[in-house]
């Protein structure tokens, strides 16, 4: 469980973080929604210790992250996997190498071992047959699937997705996130995604944390986010036209 | 930022360059990687510059000398001296400043911007040692050696001009090469290629490493990195020069 207590965090004279607490429990897909300078990726770079926050408490499991002797440190960041918005894959190896990257840094496996991991992971994705391709050759839903498997390669405890849909189009978008929801089901691992596409929210937010300059603005379920009256989330939800029409019926009774 | 603020960062970011790798066998795999991007890759465009760049010299040398008491011995003389001293350590670090410096900027800056860089520290691997350290030490390893090579060739290419040319004799150019040979001289020429090849190494990591934007910060922050990689050359150069030689 990731337990976030008061965080703050700013950039010279602009606070971006103010006051935000949150919990996100295990097994389950936490979102983190909001408009674009919202502070959602400053909040989950806070988490994952890219920031340091300048006050707050951010607690893995009872364990406060600010707090870490170097090689607490070391061993929390193996238990993290991250899929950053634009994959972040390392051009220049392969699928294969990318895969098994965190394996030969941490782990003493031999390389058949790894390399039965990999094929594991890479087939968990559903992404058989391109062990050899480079980051280029593949498509950006491909990429994606790839970082997945880089992410979850050491068994994590939490997986973090920053905007993990971005740049991909409505059904590779589905593909991913039930993947991801998949995933947290079946490791049980505490996942946080950012993310401002709605139908993310309706597949597979079982948690939303909603962000407004910098501030938590409202907190609850897929399902109370279309019922609330707060007006911050009312406005984000509702500024496409498709979701005015399906709150409209809903308001009006229609199914 | 001011220029105080960037020295300090620079070392700051030495500080976390040399550290232990946490992987010796990745740490050699990328160390040889290195070796093969930025030195092996340089041979050919040092060896071509080397050759011709040394025949000029010793062309430039005879056309210059038309005195009859000064002795075509002293066409080999002045072109080795010429080499040894500055052509080849700093001439040759100017062009791989060029060359390799914008790839090192450019290869690291664009991993800060597409967040790879994230993605090592993420993962608990300090990015710094394992992305700067074998870039240092390919250079520092591998240059002394292409060096060399541009010093014989530089020689070599001054031998092939004075024959085609017939301005002067092979014999006497070579007798030119032997006289007053002083080993200091290599040794001198070895300690500043050692310096220039650390800049070459650091210089343009630290420009890449701390890019901020997109690809048009990258390219900027490339050229940045090969302007003060020969600044620093050039300043290094006279401050050796007059340490090591007066």
């Known amino acids: 469980m990731i337990i976030v207590k008061n965080l703050k965090k700013g950039f010279g004279e602009v606070e971006v973080l103010k006051d935000i607490s949150a919990t996100f429990h295990p097994g389950k897909t ?18 994952i210790g890219l920031h340091t926050p300048e006050e707050g408490i951010i607690s893995f499991d ?23 918005q ?19 840094m941490f782990t003493n496996q031999s390389h058949a071992e790894m390399l039965a991991r990999v ?33 979850i390669v050491m068994n994590p405890k939490y997986l973090f997705c920053d905007e993990p849909n971005s740049g991909l189009d409505p059904q590779t978008a589905i593909v991913i996130d039930k993947l991801i929801q998949e995933i947290t089901d079946e490791y049980k691992i505490t996942t946080v995604i ?24 409202w907190e609850g379920s897929s399902e109370e986010i279309f019922k609330t009256d707060n007006e911050a989330v009312v406005d984000f939800v509702y500024s496409s036209n498709l979701f005015k029409k399906v709150r409209e019926a809903y308001l009006s009774g229609k199914k | 930022m001011n220029y105080l603020e960037h020295i300090g960062k620079y070392f700051i970011m030495l500080r976390r360059v040399f550290r232990r790798p946490q992987r ?50 002293l066409i080999g003389f002045a072109a080795k001296r010429s080499i040894i001293l500055e052509f080849a350590p700093t001439f040759c670090s100017i062009i791989l400043a060029g060359k390799v410096g914008s790839y090192i900027t450019s290869s690291i800056g664009t991993m800060r911007v597409t967040e790879q860089i994230d993605a090592l520290e993420v993962m608990g691997i300090n990015s710094l040692n394992h992305l700067v350290l074998p870039k240092i030490l390919a250079t520092i390893f591998f240059y002394p050696f292409l060096i060399s090579l541009g010093m014989f060739l530089g020689i070599f290419g001054g031998w092939v001009s004075g024959v085609l040319s017939g301005l002067f004799s092979g ?70 020069t007059q340490m090591l030689l007066t």
Do not use: C
Request: hydrophobic share 45%.
């Open chain 1, 194 to 217: 950012n993310t401002h596409d709605m139908n993310s929210v309706m597949e597979i937010g079982e948690k939303i944390v909603f962000l407004k300059d910098g501030k938590k603005a």
């Open chain 1, 86 to 104: 634009g994959s972040a894959l390392f051009d220049s190896q392969t699928v294969e190498d990318n895969v098994m990257f965190p394996l030969k």
């Open chain 2, 24 to 73: 010796s066998k990745v740490f050699y795999e990328a160390l040889l990687k290195e070796i093969e991007d930025l030195g092996l890759k340089s041979l050919g465009i040092i060896m071509f510059i080397s050759f011709f760049i040394g025949g000029v010299i010793a062309l430039q040398t005879a056309l210059n000398l038309d005195s009859p008491f000064i002795p075509d011995s």
């Open chain 1, 119 to 151: 094929n594991f992971v890479l087939n968990r994705v559903n992404l058989e047959n391109s062990n050899k391709k480079l980051p280029a050759e593949l498509s950006g839903g491909m990429q994606k699937r790839v970082a997945i498997a880089r992410a």
């Open chain 2, 171 to 240: 014999a006497d150019y070579i007798e030119g090469i032997q006289t007053d040979f002083n080993s200091f001289l290599l040794i001198y020429a070895i300690i500043k290629t050692l310096i220039f090849a650390f800049l070459i190494a650091t210089v343009p990591s630290y420009h890449g490493y701390y890019v901020k934007g997109g690809s048009i910060a990258v390219g900027k922050a490339s050229t940045q990195a090969v302007v003060w990689t020969t600044i620093l050359i050039v300043i290094s150069n006279y401050f050796l």
């Open chain 1, 30 to 47: 936490s979102l983190i929604i909001g408009q674009s300078g919202s502070g959602k990726t400053v909040f989950l770079k806070s988490l």
């Open chain 1, 62 to 84: 009872g364990r406060i992250n600010t707090k870490f002797s170097e090689k607490e440190k070391q061993q929390w960041r193996q238990e993290i996997g991250m899929v950053f």
